[in-house]
């Protein structure tokens, strides 16, 4: 046996076994990197573009975005104009062809769930409102099952070698998932029907799962700062249509909240909004658990 | 050679070979029941995805309807408009006060073309633009930018700001613009004056570009390099007829670009970006004022941007420190005396979001034009022993990034003499969102 024999040999149980790359992902929030991680694994090399102490409304295409959606075979992000300031761009300046609008490679969550909050009216003395409908759906786990289904079956696609671990990691994860909606419907149950008031809506769709009822808005139009008067209007607001907390995200500026808590002596309840929003929300399945903690914890 | 055919067969045989006819019939079976098990998870999260939807659609604040809504209210009318380019228009509108006459300005030791004036005193009304784009189709994305100001005269000046082409989907990180753009020079000259930090632009994008950005009929390719650290090269060839190109000469190929830069962060909080850039344009009878110019400019930019906000969130507050370094070189003929001039310029700026929706900002800017031969001397190349300086102080509101107020004060020493002027700037933006570029 000489060495040719042996190198034969070895490219042949090298040719044997299904090639292992790695899958590169450009996520832009946290909680589809986080998703990414959840069906592939170390199969996938993901770069995401924002944190969840940065408001995703506000990012500019900054060099290093531009350097990852180059080098990026999947972008994914949620969509329904969330990212309208800085995605576009930064997926026409990148010079990537599998990532482009229509793509396999270009994956917007909320495409595929369910929208609330569709505007009747389309115009922006309404304030910075999304044509398509609220786009922070992870605020609802249940909209995770249907996104990561989507999400495995284009993994599959950009990467047939590894499909069956995509698969299998789907499935376990959606086992997982299923069975603590379960677990957190029953905990949040004490929830339903509470009266809160929020800065931002990114919540739509935490409130509309667990039954909570927004009563009122810092923000006078969406994505428009505080201002006194509104506060001062909010204070009249609550007293005939009384709150028990006060919900911010922990990206936001919580001065107004701390403000008005200092007025009614109501609770401000900082939630993490996305993985890593705070110390407990380490990734998908804590970032519910936590939230749901803290709400109730606050409500007490 | 047979020993080693066998060799490498020998692999390929045990993938093939089974090695019991029994553990094939059981390898069988576990395979259909993996497929069931994999089909009844399939069933389940398709359940899920029903109940999730249909869940959703409780009426918990909001009436959210089934019919999506609003942006096309007729019928058949939508799908012929379905396809349309997003279309966004921006106005302003400004009142600018002077200490001196504003006809009189000039950059000492600089030769202006025609735009880099200021306007002139009391209310003025500024460009409006109108900006259409669109992906054309798999292979082009097209911009067509048209500014309509006033002539001065009652009419309406309209002119082309930008109309290319662009490709979307070339491999390697590779994209060819093609058309009437604003090249990649230095860090401004890509991006349109409206959406700077300033009412104006700096000292040397006027006395080098002659207005607020060179323009020019062309191709521009560029490269996005695979690295992890965002790195872009590239360059352009063009018609060469904007200033400081003239007479678009060398068969109309007067003017060629290079440019690279590179960039990224440090950290959650901060980022960077840095290049280098270079012009080459030839001018043929290039008359700007009292004097004629035949021969090459050369423009070298070496600029840098820095930017830190708290954890990386731009919405309440950062702060963004940018400035760019000039040498100008113009080899050629004034009038037909042959002069080589090299000049030098910078600026520096600070700006400083201290709230969501209020920035306040600090510019430097200087120029400094070498002494000139006897021959020039009372000529706009004279610069009377005055190297151009100016300071400007800017507070801008933004009610949202749509509209905004800017109220800048300049101490100008760009002429002989001073000058103190005030700017009061609407900015606003109607229609398809713009992009927030770095």
Redesign the interface.
Known sequence: ?NK??IA??A???V??SPAHARVKVFACEPEWGALTTAIAGDQADVMVA??A???A????????L??GV??AQLVFCSGA?LE???L??LI??????GI??GQPGNLMAASY??????????D?SQ??IH???NPHVVA?P??L??VA?VLTDRLKLLEPANAGRY?AS??AF??QL?ARIDAWEKEAAPLRGVPIVIQHNVW??M???L?L??VAALEPKP???PTTSHLAGLLNKLANTPAKAIVVAA?E?PKAAQWLAGKTGLPVITLPFTVGGNKEAGDLFALYDTTIARLLQGIK | MR??LA??A???L??MTPAFAAADELAELRAELEQT??LV?KL??RL??V???S????P???P??AE????NPGGSAASANAFNPAISVVLQGSYNAYSRNPDDAVISGFVLGDEAGPPGEGFSLGESEVNLSA?ID?MF?GSLTTALADDGDGGTEISLEEAFI?T????????IRAGRMFPVLGYLNEIHSHADAFVDRPLPYRAYFGGDNYADDGVQL???L???????VGGGAFRGTGFPAAGADNSGNGSQTLFA?????IG?SR???AGVSYLHAKAVDGVNGDLSFNGVSEVYIADGKY?WSP??????EFLVLQGEYFRGRNNGKYNDLAYNEDSAGWYAQAVYKF???WKVGYRLARMNAPDVPAAFIGTALDNDGHNPLTQSLVLEFD????SSLRLQYTRDESGPLSDNVGVLLYTIS?GA??????
Request: charged fraction near 20%.
């Open positions: 046996m040719w024999n034969l040999i490219a042949g149980l040719a044997a924002t944190t102490l940065q408001d409304h506000q990012v500019q295409a900054r060099p290093s531009i350097a180059r080098k104009e309208a300031g800085w576009p761009l026409r300046q990148a010079g990537n062809d482009q609008a769930v369910k929208k609330l909050e569709i505007p009747k009216v389309l922006r304030g910075d044509a398509e409908g609802d249940r909209n099952r249907v289904r698969e789907f499935v959606d086992q299923a739509a769709y409130t509309n799962w039954g009822d927004v994505g428009i700062p990206y500026d | 020993m080693r060799a490498a020998v692999p390929l045990l993938l098990k994999a998870q389940e999260t899920a995805a109940e999730a939807s869940t959703a659609e409780k918990a604040e909001t959210a309807s999506a809504v609003a942006a992906n798999t994305y662009e979307l989907a070339l491999p390697y990180g590779a994209k560029s490269l996005i695979p690295t992890d650290l965002y790195a872009e830069r590179i960039g990224g962060d959650a980022s960077w970006l930017t954890n990386g969130n731009m919405a309440n709230h969501p929706q009610n949202s990034e749509f109607m969102h713009g992009a927030h570029k770095y």
